[in-house]
């Protein structure tokens, strides 16, 4: 193991607090479900990393967590969290990418 430069922090993989698989009963495109939630590039709770992960933070009435969602397949999203907050996070997932919606509700409105 070489050691990292004295400019440069060391960083270390850390296991999540909490994991879960969600597995819709159809296709979601993580992608393109959760790219509204993030306000700017620079956004500092919404992140995309490029090994293909979305990285949100949030405040929850249990406490903060951090979540990571990976498309694993169409009808796959793996869920790591941390913090607090964690397990009411992982808990959201499904909400999060839709499972609740309603798409009779949608009207969709072309110009």
Known sequence: ???????????TATPADEATSYC???PVSLVRTLQRLAHGVFDPTFRRTPDG?????????AGPATLRLRQIEPARIDADAWGP?????????PSLLGAH??????????D
């Open 1 to 11: 193991m070489t050691a990292a430069p004295a400019d440069r922090p060391v960083r």
């Open 24 to 26: 819709p009963t159809g």
């Open 53 to 61: 992960a979305t990285w949100l933070t949030c405040s929850l009435p």
């Open 85 to 93: 907050g964690a397990c009411q996070a992982l808990d959201g997932v």
């Open 101 to 110: 919606d309603d798409p009779s509700s949608f009207v969709p409105v072309r």
